[in-house]
């Protein structure tokens, strides 16, 4: 995080920061529910596997450039099979004032995370285990839809891709 801090602070856009933030997140062994909404029948975390489309995130860290204020946006993303305290992600943002740049962590690392088009998440039982799991769905909204109540997946052709 030093070098980064170091490279951010050379960026033609330094002189207008007055703030930086920094995100380690990490496979934690409390799942969400339970930190979230307190589900006494949450079984610990051993592991997760962990992708992204690297196009997708591309857009959202030029959203959050686009936000006032923000000037530095830096994002690192593991994948592959992750074990509790791995690191999961790495961001650096550095904008004019804390509010802006909190506003902005929080917003990228919200939708990175899964809470802006990148997927679906469902959550599921492992039978052999009787452990709960969570369902990650690749759903690319610019190239699918669902069809109807029956929850089937269509992929856009011919001209409605064109316009999707």
């Given at each position: ?25 990490v496979v934690r062994q ?103 799991l969570a369902i990650k ?28």
């Open positions: 995080m030093d070098a980064w801090l170091q490279e951010a602070k050379q960026h033609p856009d330094a002189a207008k920061v007055g703030m930086y933030l920094t995100h380690n997140g409390t799942a969400k529910a339970k930190v979230h909404h307190d589900a006494a029948d949450t079984k610990a975390v051993i592991g997760m596997q962990f992708s992204y489309d690297a196009q997708k995130v591309d857009a959202v860290i030029a959203d959050t450039y686009a936000m006032e204020g923000i000037y530095y946006v830096k994002v690192w993303l593991n994948e592959g099979t992750l074990n509790v305290g791995d690191d999961l992600m790495y961001v650096l943002i550095g904008g004019d004032i804390r509010p802006r740049v909190i506003d902005a962590l929080q917003y990228l690392v919200g939708r990175v995370l899964g809470q802006g088009g990148f997927g679906i998440t469902y959550l599921g039982l492992d039978l052999h285990l009787q452990r709960k769905e690749y759903y690319p909204s610019s190239f699918v839809c669902r069809k109807d109540a029956s929850g089937t997946v269509s992929w856009f052709s011919g001209e409605m891709a064109r316009h999707a």
